[in-house]
């Protein structure tokens, strides 16, 4: 009986909950300031059971790729978060807008943590969607045998994981790398190094951790001098101040960094010597490239990282999409095939300043980038896949209408009376201190259309952080079908070793003994192949 009791006084009580606990708070109303979405189309039913239709139709229609991919292009947009994409749909073009890659038809969902932390960085993931296995934090190309900094574990070549990369040139493919960050940097050292510390750049770096830089080979030497790095076709990036000695004037008047008195963009022209090889440090001298005549390519066009493409100088600094270009062009040649990452860096970098102008932008070149290379190669040889390495804070938040500016406020106050960004990061410098009466930053007195504004942020740290969240693989292709449902992230490189026929694991689409199931589209053909040669039989 008191149980009954208690029962219906609960009852009544959430019956009489007031209006502010309600559901109708919880949950959006049109605003008093509602404006009809301009689209006379899509306040209509049959606008949207069209294009759903149509979507379905396409899906329906869809027949696997299953040739051997004789060229494997791997974009990799660096934090290119899911809430990124959104974002820069609206930036590009608005809410149904789509880039150039989600036009893809075939999709996954990619889990990026490391061995050891649950939100990864870029060298522990390089390392897993470039070499086919997971590893820890802040290390690259080698196994989660190796600690971080972990100097004499790094040199035993039984902790090092080869990349695709290598699995290419093992096949006697071109290969190469485009970036807009550092060439040595974390995600493009996944490609052709093996650190214990992802910040081993150049010797400098090593010799000012305490470490022994004649033990611990730098990253920077690793890509000039070992056997990946040296047989690259192209590099294409920043980071000269890393192949330069102290003391050493770059191209643009920069310091070098090293050591150890070595040069390595002389030693890269001694050992291309015998080669059609061209050093490069401008975009004047990248567009006049001949591909026929050149081999080899090694491209620093900046001290640092490439600047972001909303700042460049444009006589001097080269596009994602320009680079890109190039090295398809340059790396075409080989008849047998080859392998190109491309890493749109500087997404991650604008994130990081929490400045989502910059962050978009480069999001929006890397949308360009891969659609040049989709119109230059051809989708029965070439396996194009794009993924991200991990997400970062920032979110799309508030109830906006269609058609609000992403970069803008939401359009109301929030409940203190002070309007909020659409854009907001959970952590980062774009944190302020309240007022002295204790109120929130008013926001309208900023600048939001200042392309390093600072968007605003929950508690505050010099740098915003990664997220933890999954990120999107979307492929094109040979065998791009295979790229389905929910995976590690260290399963992307051998996919695309299977497509190509890469890889030491002999499950292949070259291989004859492995259980692929043959598809639909290949029994057709098999069945139709023997019945025409049934019926001309009866006719011998």
Known sequence: MLKFVILSICCLLTEARPDHLSDRVMHPHPKKSFEKYNSNEENTADFWKTNAIKTLKQAVAAEHNTNVAKNVILFMGDGMSIPTLAATRVYMGGENFELSFEKFPYTAVSKTYCVNYQVADSACTA??????????????????????????????????????????????????????????????????????????ETDTDIINDGKNASVCTDLATQLVTEDVGKNLNVIMGGGRYAFLPKGTKGDEDDEGYRSDGVNLIEKWKELKESEQAEYIWNREQLLALKPEETDYVLGLFESDHCPFHLERDEALDPTLTEMTEAAINILSKNSEGYFLFVEGARIDMGHHQAMAHLALEETAEFSRAIERAVNITSENDTLIVVTADHAHTMSISGYPFRGNDILGTEGEAADDGLPFTTINYANGPGYQQPSKNGSR?????????????????????????????????????????????????????????YASCLGDSNVTACDDNNDVPVSAGTVFTSIYVFVVLALGCLFI
């Open 127 to 200: 390392t897993a969607y470039l070499g086919g296995v997971k590893a820890n934090l802040g290390t690259v190309g080698v196994t989660a045998s190796v600690d971080w900094e972990d100097c004499n574990a790094m040199t035993n070549t039984s902790n090092n994981v080869d990349s695709i990369a290598q699995w290419a040139q093992v096949k006697g493919k071109s290969t190469g790398f485009v970036t807009t960050a550092r060439v040595t940097h974390a995600s493009p050292a996944g490609v052709f190094g093996h650190s214990a510390q992802r910040d081993w």
């Open 441 to 497: 930053h008013n926001i309208s007195e900023d600048d939001l259309s200042n392309i390093e504004y600072r968007f605003s942020a929950i508690f505050p740290l010099d740098s915003e952080t990664h997220g933890g969240d999954d990120v999107l693989v979307f492929a094109k292709g040979p065998w791009a079908h295979l790229f389905r449902g929910v995976i590690e992230q260290n399963v992307i490189p051998h996919i695309m070793g």
